[in-house]
T-cell receptor, first 111, second 114 residues
Framework: QQQVKQSPQSLIVQKGGISIINCAYENTAFDYFPWYQQFPGKGPALLIAIRPDVSEKKEGRFTISFNKSAKQFSLHIMDSQPGDSATYFCAARENDYKLSFGAGTTVTVRA | DGGITQSPKYLFRKEGQNVTLSCEQNLNHDAMYWYRQDPGQGLRLIYYSQIVNDFQKGDIAEGYSVSREKKESFPLTVTSAQKNPTAFYLC?????????????FGAGTRLSVL
């Protein structure tokens, strides 16, 4: 069973719009929450990450919001561009060697 | 160019056959990983290795085997015991230990059954 639940499975957004992807977890031992971006036929690449003692982290057009009490975190893609069309995975670190991944969200940005 | 190289890009397996997927890294990372990716299921950990000559089972190790004889290499064998091997296989590496767990991924191998 997946320890990190991710939604939605897919979303379509117009160019310039905001994409929002949500993740939830139960294991309070998770101590690091990265997001990965994957283009078709490629491996995932680290996009942005947050620690649970921080409520928000922003890097360019990408922002993670983290709610420790609700055990939820989300990725916001502002001013979405066609080049952002990809599959996004949230993840949570159990220890130095194990990440639990969400099921992924396929984002399509229409020009 | 530093990175992770997976080969082949596409692989076909016949019934009852074992096949081996290659993964090589030149990032000088201690830890290496194998994941299986199926549509709608995210990435599931098959095996990981913290150091040379050591490896541990992940969540779905049945039907797979690995070796770690060199720091740079972590091949994965999909055995005939794996009844549903069709998937996209991803290799990753990280510094490991207290260096954290930022994992860097290869471009993947797509395995299909003939």
């Amino acid at each position: 069973q997946q320890q990190v639940k991710q939604s939605p499975q897919s979303l379509i957004v117009q160019k310039g719009g905001i994409s929002i992807i949500n993740c939830a977890y139960e294991n309070t031992a998770f101590d690091y929450f990265p997001w990965y971006q994957q283009f078709p036929g490629k491996g995932p690449a680290l996009l942005i990450a947050i620690r649970p003692d921080v409520s928000e982290k922003k890097e360019g057009r990408f922002t993670i919001s983290f709610n420790k009490s609700a055990k939820q975190f989300s990725l916001h893609i502002m001013d979405s561009q066609p080049g952002d069309s990809a599959t996004y995975f949230c993840a949570a670190r159990e220890n130095d060697y194990k990440l639990s991944f969400g099921a992924g969200t396929t984002v399509t940005v229409r020009a | 160019d530093g990175g992770i190289t997976q080969s082949p890009k596409y692989l076909f397996r016949k019934e009852g056959q074992n096949v081996t997927l290659s993964c090589e890294q030149n990032l000088n990372h201690d830890a290496m990983y194998w994941y299986r990716q199926d549509p709608g299921q995210g990435l599931r950990l098959i095996y990981y290795s913290q150091i040379v000559n050591d490896f541990q089972k992940g969540d779905i190790a049945e039907g797979y085997s690995v070796s770690r004889e060199k720091k740079e290499s972590f091949p994965l064998t999909v055995t005939s015991a794996q009844k549903n091997p069709t998937a996209f296989y991803l290799c990753a590496s990280s510094i490991g230990g207290t260096g954290g767990n930022i994992q860097y991924f290869g471009a993947g191998t797509r395995l299909s059954v003939l």
